[in-house]
């Protein structure tokens, strides 16, 4: 069975910067529970930051799942 991890990372448009991308440390069994993941994940960063920050900074929020890799 394939399995994802979530890539997250966030950028500003103002700034035309992002931070460095980081990965969850939960391992996904399907792609579909991973990209979810990634949507409720965005919506609750943007949350944390808050209407104000967001808007002037113009973050955006980049996710990926990519399949994992037997280490």
């Not at 035309?16 to 993941?37: A, G, L, P, T």
Request: glycine share 4%; hydrophobic share 40%; proline share 0%.
């Amino acid at each position: 069975m394939i399995k994802f991890i979530l890539t997250v990372q966030l950028c500003s448009i103002i700034h035309m910067d992002c931070m460095k991308e980081f990965q969850s440390n939960i391992v996904f069994n399907s792609y579909y529970e991973c990209i979810i993941s990634g949507h409720e994940r965005s919506i609750n960063t943007l949350n944390n930051m808050g209407e104000q920050f967001v808007g002037r900074t113009k973050i955006v929020v980049k996710f990926s799942c990519q399949e994992a890799t037997d280490s």
